[in-house]
């Protein structure tokens, strides 16, 4: 079974500085797909950005860029500038390619933006 | 569209209850899924649909039934709820699976005294 581990409960980070979020995962399978979700106090939870794991670019998505090592499983979320509007729960998730089934989450980073 | 949602948005229950948590995605997915969310401890996969009549079990699936009679729908049922369910119940779908993001619903609240 595929494990996902978020070693950091906690971050902080400044205002318009930048933030890396850790995640490491633990796979025997080649083809899967790994996500990061962002959730508010609003509880509802927000896609932010996700990587195929047959392609070796990091994805990106505005501020959101991820650094994706393969050989390493490691799969860290940096958020460059940070807004206050950024603070929340920060999950990762493993989703296997060859299989129906559905995510499988870190346990979370509860990011707190100081203004 | 009025995406995935869920009903209710909070409950209480006591022990040895029973209740259904009821879940509609109004985008046409195939995927459905329940996850419960417990402090320190992520989401984590109860049960999930691949359409209408096919279920499966996911990482916790014991106390829950679900079943998918319609594509829209997709019921969350405690046979007899105990302490040990009081969680946050997220139901989600997917047009497909892989890269395919998962759209989650508002989540439901559940105490069980």
């Known amino acids: 079974a595929q494990t996902v581990t978020q070693s950091q409960p906690e971050m902080s980070v400044q205002e318009a500085e930048t933030v890396t979020l850790s995640c490491t995962y633990d796979t025997s399978e080649s083809d899967y797909y790994l996500f990061w979700y962002k959730q508010p106090p609003s509880r509802q939870m927000i896609l932010v950005i996700r990587?195929?794991?047959?392609?070796?670019q990091n994805a990106t998505e505005n501020r959101f860029s991820v650094n994706f090592q393969k050989a390493a499983k490691s799969f860290s979320l940096k958020i460059s500038d940070s807004q206050l509007g950024d603070a929340a729960m920060y999950f990762c998730a493993y989703r296997s390619g060859g299989s129906a089934r559905q995510l499988t989450f870190g346990s979370g980073t509860q990011l707190t933006v100081l203004p | 569209n009025a995406g995935v949602t869920q009903t209710p948005k909070f409950q209480v229950l006591k022990t040895g209850q029973s209740m259904t948590l009821q879940c509609a995605q109004d985008m046409n997915h195939e995927y459905m899924s329940w996850y419960r969310q417990d402090p320190g401890m992520g989401l984590r996969l109860i049960h999930y649909s691949v359409g209408a009549g096919i279920t499966d079990q996911g990482e916790v699936p014991n106390g829950y039934n679900v079943s998918r009679s319609t594509t829209e729908d997709f019921p969350l049922r405690l046979l007899s709820a105990a302490p040990s369910q009081t969680s946050v119940y997220f139901c989600a779908s997917s047009h497909g699976t892989g890269p395919a993001e998962q759209y989650f619903g508002p989540g439901t609240r559940l105490t069980v005294t």
């Open positions: 990587q195929e794991a047959y392609k070796q």
